[in-house]
């Protein structure tokens, strides 16, 4: 077979490869849209997990917050003596309790994701970043059944949500978006410091009384009202209120707009530690 001149030159020509700073990063990003399918893998096999060999099954999605509406609704509405306005005190744990605990759970299952998974992560390449991701979209389950006891609750006491529930689905995601800003940081943490496992649930119990969960945060002194929201679930929590109550349950704001700002920085700052320890994973987990 006779070669051209043109073609010889081509084969003899040393050939040129050329890094790009930003490749790797962009590769990372499309490996995510590729490894979709392990995406749901983990998440359906993570809801089957939870639920399988319980001795109350999905039951516990529903007993747990109904125990911890009326445990809240006797501490602040009854002891305490909180005031709720014109809603019943039930509804306004319950409208508090639907992003507060799955802001916990997501956090609680997502930060033990990769620990979870050891032996896949250490075997195998995936994106790792698909790991808590998958766990904080298992927590909608619980989520969602939280949210039929609201609505049953709801049909009880004939309380009806006025327009301002149109905005519930953009709080959903913000409540969504902080759980997934958290998860990624303690995922990545806990994987180097086990110690987090211990911390985790003490934080969630711990959050449950600051959060205004069972109570208003219009009982904190306005000038300190800034403060409080540092607290990114706050924001969250007195929008869901005000999404579902409506009326006299308003929005403060300057604290919506620091939650907001918060989450961003959360989601933005967890993944880009996330992608810095990512390549010791395998090594340490």
């Not at 490869?17 to 499309?30: H, T």
């Not at 790991?131 to 969602?144: E, H, Y």
């Not at 689905?169 to 990624?184: K, M, T, W, Y």
Request: contains cysteine.
């Amino acid at each position: 077979m006779i070669r051209s001149e043109n073609e010889y030159m081509l084969e003899t020509q040393p050939r040129e490869l050329i890094l790009e700073a930003d490749r790797v990063e962009r590769q990372y990003w499309r490996d995510l849209w590729r490894y979709r399918e392990l995406f749901y893998f983990l998440a359906w096999r993570d809801i089957l997990v939870r639920y399988k060999q319980t001795v109350v099954g999905v039951a516990w999605a529903v007993i747990r917050p109904l125990l911890t509406m009326f445990i809240l609704t006797f501490v602040f509405g009854y002891l305490a003596g909180m005031d709720s306005g014109d809603t019943p005190y039930p509804i306004l744990v319950m409208c508090a309790m639907l992003p507060w605990q799955f802001f916990a759970t997501a956090m609680s299952e997502s930060g033990a994701s990769l620990v979870r998974n050891s032996g896949m992560i250490s075997k195998v390449y995936f994106p790792r970043l698909i790991v808590p991701a998958s766990s904080v979209i298992t927590s909608l389950v619980d989520f969602m059944i939280s949210a039929v006891i609201l609505v049953c609750v709801m049909i009880y006491y004939q309380y009806m949500p006025g327009w301002e529930v149109l905005v519930l689905p953009a709080l959903v995601a913000l409540a969504f978006a902080a759980a997934f800003g958290i998860g990624v940081w303690v995922s990545a943490l806990m994987v180097r410091y086990r110690d987090f496992r211990f911390i985790i649930p003490f934080v969630v119990q711990f959050g449950l009384y600051i959060s205004p969960v069972g109570f208003q945060s219009g009982v904190v002194p306005e000038q300190w009202r800034w403060v409080y929201s540092l607290n990114p679930m706050v924001g969250v929590i007195d929008g869901f209120r005000w999404a579902i109550l409506g009326g006299e349950h308003t929005v403060y704001m300057p604290g919506m707009v620091i939650s907001i700002v918060l989450v961003i920085a959360m989601i933005y700052s967890g993944i880009w530690f996330f992608r810095k320890t990512e390549k010791t994973f395998a090594d340490i987990i």
